[in-house]
């Protein structure tokens, strides 16, 4: 077990870097949540059951929107597509594992875990108790994200409602969305997605955004062919 | 409740797609053309949330420089593209809004 418990704490450790970027982040996904007319005590439920602030914010907002539920839903599932690349990337080393054990991790896969850890574990230096350091990752980064969330709903919940906060919602996406666009495919993808989405702009049932995303995907998918 | 249903359903759902593979125990690899394709996901999904919600004024897209949001949104995009940090983005942003509509309510 001592290989374990140091392996758990090598995972803790790596982490803790990442911990600048996440709280503010944090803080900033509880007091966009609060701007959507959700309380403190129901923003942290939620975001206990979801665990990711991109996927709790759009959702909210297309809610406060008044789209439909299943508009509302797959447009937030997209926005988490991501992780099953990481899920693809991590399966073969917790191939072995017990149900239990893939469901906890799955539960605790998130971005920052995943870069903590997937380094560690692809080198394969200690293959046994590899998952330990995967838990101690996802555990910190759980740990420290539902607290700064936290800290931002209650934050958020006693500022004033004339400072137009509701506007941190697309100012966080501009921040997530410039480090996407790495080349030209993905720039191809980032611009023909947001000139859908306002031409689309009329599309009932909000459904203009999944359009775009699509098309975009598909834009992407296309100019990177071409290039080869 | 409505909204909980959602929840609950976002959940299970954002929960069924990180164990998708590890589920699958490994043996499989991802197609080809649906790996190239998530690459864009994130590219193609975050521009289509931010440009309306960037635009949209009163309930309608207003592409003149008199929106003080679309001002500070480009503003605060040239600031994510230079320094990739989400703080410094919301900042800026934020200021930029606040000084623009200090400005116009007078």
Known sequence: MQTARSEFLSGVKALIPILLGVIPFGMITGIAVIQTNISPSSGLIMSILIFSGAALIVALQLITNSAPALVVLFSALVVNLRFMIYSASLAPYFKRLSTGWKNLLAYLLSDQAYAASILHISEGSCPEYSHWHFLGSGLMMWVAWQSSVGIGLFVGARLPSNWSLEFTIPLTFLALAFPTIKDLPTTVAAVVASIVVVLAGGVPLKMGMIIAALIGILAGVLTEGRKK | ?106
Do not use: C, H
């Not at chain 2, 309930?59 to 420089?65: E, H, Q, T, Y």
């Not at chain 2, 480009?74 to 983005?89: D, E, M, S």
């Open chain 2, 1 to 106: 409740m409505k909204i909980w249903l959602i929840m609950i359903a976002l959940g299970v759902g954002t929960f069924l797609i990180r164990i998708s593979f590890i589920a699958l125990f490994g043996s499989r690899e991802i197609p080809p053309l649906l790996q190239r394709a998530l690459r864009f996901v994130p590219a193609s999904v975050l521009s289509a949330l931010v440009v309306p919600q960037i635009l949209t004024r009163n309930n309608a897209l207003d592409f003149s420089l008199s929106n003080p949001q679309l001002v500070a949104g480009i503003v605060a995009g040239l600031v994510a593209w230079r320094t990739k940090n989400v703080l410094y983005t919301i900042l800026s942003g934020m200021i930029i809004l606040w000084l623009l509509q200090a400005l116009f309510n007078r």
